[in-house]
């Protein structure tokens, strides 16, 4: 609709056809304005408890502890996710790199440029500040397209990968499993024998996966309530506080 993400001037697009290498090489200024306007949104946010809760449970497992996450707007990494243990695998909103592949970047996109408003345009300033630094082409956000392929150098598809073949729990939170990676995530642990719980506020694959091992658990709920929650229960299991006496997440 006319308030949504997806839009650009007067036009509405389906998120297959703004979300695109295609669009971009087509009309990268509109591109470009259209992510600024979404940094000013991200940077406008603010992390909630179940990103405090992620940081909390990373720290209960320190290495052994890796976070996979399709959100591009950065909220884990300022909640206090390490960036060492953080897979963006869908990239970051507030970082670009060079569209002519030189190989410069993901950097952080210049503060000068800021977020846009809805409707705004591209300045000449703005395109001087968006160049690359090392070759002085023209970037592009450092995000996946929906016309691109996962890959390591940026989004992390074999680290992925390689955290679910040697996990023993998995937590899927808030994601409906529209996207290639996070499928074959939940796959390979289930497949490994690993206990899944999914975390949402409606069933959906991901869940029923979870239940189908038979050990797995189904938390509905907003994430803000149940990580919290979830996060307490491993706590006090460290802790060594007997499972009866910890309250289990809903």
Same mark, same amino acid.
């Given at each position: 609709? /006319?308030? *949504?993400?997806?839009?650009?001037?007067?036009?509405?697009?389906? /998120?297959?056809?703004?979300?695109?290498?295609?669009?971009? %090489?087509?009309?990268?200024?509109?591109?470009?304005?259209?992510?600024?306007?979404?940094l000013g949104v991200c940077r406008a946010a603010a992390p909630n408890?179940?990103?405090? @809760?992620?940081?909390?449970?990373?720290?209960?497992? =320190?290495? %052994?502890?890796?976070?996979?996450?399709?959100?591009?707007? &950065?909220?884990?990494?300022?909640? &206090?996710?390490?960036?060492? %243990?953080?897979?963006?695998?869908? *990239?970051?909103?507030?970082?670009?790199?060079?569209?002519?592949?030189?190989? $410069?970047?993901?950097? /952080?996109?210049?503060?000068?440029?800021?977020? $846009?408003?809805?409707?705004? $345009?591209?300045?000449?300033?703005?395109?001087?500040?968006?160049?690359?630094?090392?070759? =002085?082409?023209?970037?592009?956000?450092?995000?996946?397209?929906?016309?691109?392929?996962?890959?390591?150098?940026?989004?992390?598809?074999?680290?992925?990968?390689?955290?679910? *073949?040697?996990?023993?729990?998995?937590?899927?939170?808030?994601?409906?499993?529209?996207?290639?990676? /996070?499928?074959?995530?939940?796959?390979?642990?289930?497949?490994?024998?690993?206990?899944?719980?999914?975390?949402?506020?409606?069933?959906?694959?991901?869940?029923?996966? @979870?239940?189908?091992? &038979?050990?797995?658990?189904?938390?509905?709920?907003?994430?803000?309530?149940?990580?919290?929650?979830?996060?307490?229960?491993?706590?006090?299991?460290?802790?060594?506080? $007997?499972?009866?006496?910890?309250?289990?997440?809903?």
């Amino acid at each position: 609709g /006319p308030e *949504g993400y997806w839009s650009v001037g007067a036009v509405e697009y389906h /998120p297959q056809e703004m979300a695109t290498l295609g669009m971009f %090489r087509g009309t990268p200024d509109e591109v470009w304005v259209w992510y600024l306007y979404r940094l000013g949104v991200c940077r406008a946010a603010a992390p909630n408890p179940g990103h405090h @809760a992620l940081v909390q449970i990373e720290r209960l497992f =320190g290495d %052994r502890f890796t976070l996979i996450t399709q959100n591009v707007d &950065g909220l884990h990494l300022r909640a &206090g996710s390490s960036p060492a %243990r953080t897979l963006q695998i869908h *990239g970051n909103v507030f970082l670009m790199r060079c569209a002519e592949e030189c190989g $410069k970047g993901p950097l /952080p996109i210049p503060a000068a440029v800021g977020g $846009k408003a809805r409707g705004a $345009k591209l300045t000449a300033a703005d395109r001087e500040l968006l160049r690359c630094p090392q070759c =002085g082409g023209a970037t592009r956000p450092h995000v996946l397209w929906f016309d691109e392929c996962y890959d390591e150098a940026y989004y992390r598809f074999e680290s992925a990968l390689r955290a679910a *073949g040697s996990t023993d729990l998995l937590i899927t939170v808030g994601t409906s499993g529209s996207t290639n990676l /996070p499928n074959q995530v939940a796959q390979v642990v289930h497949r490994g024998g690993g206990i899944l719980v999914d975390v949402n506020l409606e069933a959906n694959q991901f869940s029923r996966l @979870a239940l189908a091992g &038979g050990r797995g658990f189904f938390c509905r709920g907003p994430s803000g309530r149940v990580l919290p929650e979830i996060a307490e229960t491993l706590q006090a299991g460290a802790a060594g506080v $007997k499972p009866e006496a910890a309250r289990p997440p809903h």
